[in-house]
């Protein structure tokens, strides 16, 4: 038996480039990416939960914060990047090969993952239509 518990649409906005199939991508462009995210485990006798849903949402809460309103940028591509103007630019570095949303939702499951040690299911839209999913145990 498993048994799950999970939060749903969370989000967060954010920019990044990809090498998708056409050149456009690699424009720095911005998303609302939405998260949801389940975690399985045993019910612990002395609550009656899994988990309690506050703390849940509070871990998932600490690391979307990170990429809210960033630039992502993979680690290899930093010494690459120069960005001025009068504004504020907040990068969120990913220490993969591709700041894309299969990889970005990795990340969130891994430290999800590591806050929890339990098994984890992501999904994280990329604008309202388009998702990954990334599973844990």
């Known amino acids: 038996m498993r ?5 749903e649409n969370l989000d967060f906005d954010a920019a990044h480039y990809t090498k998708g199939i056409s050149d456009k991508c690699m424009n720095i462009h911005g998303h609302t990416f939405k998260v949801s995210v389940e975690v399985c485990g045993d019910i612990h006798q002395d609550t009656g939960m899994v988990i309690d849903f506050g703390i849940l949402k509070n871990v998932l809460k600490k690391i979307i914060n990170e990429y809210d309103h960033t630039i992502i940028v993979p680690k290899k591509d930093m010494d690459k990047i120069i960005i ?3 504004f504020k630019s907040k990068i969120k570095v990913i220490d993969y090969p591709e ?6 939702a990795l990340d969130i499951a891994k430290r999800v993952k590591e806050e929890l040690g339990l098994y ?4 994280l839209y ?3 239509r388009n998702y990954v999913v990334v599973e844990l145990d």
């Open 84 to 86: 001025k103007g009068p």
């Open 120 to 123: 984890v299911k992501v999904k």
């Open 3 to 7: 048994i799950c518990v999970g939060v």
């Open 99 to 104: 700041a894309t949303t299969e990889y970005i």
């Open 126 to 128: 990329e604008g309202s």
